[in-house]
């Protein structure tokens, strides 16, 4: 019997290892509320379920765990141990992933789906390792536009307008046609459009249902099919605390978070449209962007964004010159 109590499978049956994942998104279930809440929630069963309950992951919402613009760095340093996070929000600390909401360069799924197999992909996952995160699923998000004054449809829109792009390279192309600034994270837009901070708040679909903008917008720039602002907002995991785990632990995260990738694709679509109808019963305009449009954007982004991007360094110079190959 003694000999039992020792073996390694009933060792870990008794304790089994236990990740805590930080997000800043509202909290619901694996069904239902925001769509990354619910990607985390369903991520964390199914490593659960691959290692007999060995591993187990624990999704603390709303920040609730971790301030916001905190939890990139923690997971770096293994001070945390997985999040699921804008990158854009980690381009102060590191400059490459502000590719992360590049203006203009990823305009519809189809070319999102293509990065992580291509060699921006695979670049891109190599220097996010050297700087000690794994990526364990690509999700991205398609933006969209609330504005409680006009339509935001070209670059000209945004004279004057007081508005939030949601990372560095977006603020930058934003100023350059005149658009008066403001940073802060998704979860406090909300009360900027209520005090007047802001007129208009560009962020992910599922943001813009989660953190109820619809109660305030006049107008609505959908992203559905396309937009200008497409986010990776990737589920990721200490390289730390990764390389401490066995072999067979660390291959049921990556085949976890692979297998999600199918469903975050079909969550972030089905918020947009789920975007439209939710601000249109409120009583807001609804307009969609054209190609035409798209253009504008993309030769402002170029001319501004895109070359102040591809100046930091030469690797960046890199990563722009592959993200532009996948279309």
């Known amino acids: 019997m003694g000999g039992l109590i020792a073996s390694p499978a009933v060792l870990r049956a008794q304790a089994p290892r236990i990740l805590k994942l930080s997000h800043q998104f509202p909290g619901g279930t694996a069904d239902e509320g925001d769509a990354r809440d619910r990607i985390a929630r369903r991520f964390a069963a199914d490593v659960e379920k691959r290692t007999g309950g060995g591993l187990q992951v624990q999704v603390y919402p709303t920040s609730s765990l971790m301030k916001t613009l905190a939890q990139f760095s923690a997971v770096r340093k293994g001070a945390l141990d997985m999040s699921l996070v804008p990158l854009s929000y980690a381009g102060g600390e590191v400059p490459e992933t502000n590719l992360a909401l590049m203006p203009a360069l990823v305009t519809s799924y189809d070319q999102a789906a293509k990065w992580r197999t291509a060699k921006i992909g695979e670049d891109f996952s190599a220097m996010l390792a050297e700087k000690g995160v794994i990526i364990l699923t690509w999700i991205w998000q398609s933006g969209a536009v609330a504005s409680k004054v006009k339509p935001i449809l070209v670059p000209d829109d945004v004279k004057g307008v007081k508005i939030r792009g949601g990372g560095r390279e977006m603020d930058m192309m934003f100023q350059s046609a005149g658009a008066i600034v403001s940073t802060m994270p998704s979860s406090e837009m909300y009360i900027g459009m209520q005090t007047g901070a802001l007129e208009a708040a560009v ?125």
Request: glycine share 4%.
């Open 203 to 327: 962020s992910a679909s599922t943001s813009l249902i989660s953190f109820r903008l619809d109660e305030m917008t006049k107008n609505l720039t959908a992203g559905r099919g396309r937009s200008f602002w497409f986010i990776l907002e990737p589920l990721i995991v200490s390289k730390i605390v990764f390389d401490a785990l066995p072999p067979e632990q660390q291959k049921a995260l990556r085949d976890a978070g692979q297998a999600m990738e199918a469903f975050s694709f079909a969550a972030a679509k089905a918020d947009d449209e789920e975007l439209v109808k939710v601000y249109g019963a409120r009583g807001a305009q609804v307009h969609d962007l054209t190609d035409a449009h798209l253009d504008k954007w993309r030769d402002l982004a170029r001319a501004t964004a895109w070359k102040d991007f591809a100046g930091k360094n030469a690797r960046c110079a890199e990563f722009l010159k592959l993200a532009e190959q996948v279309s």
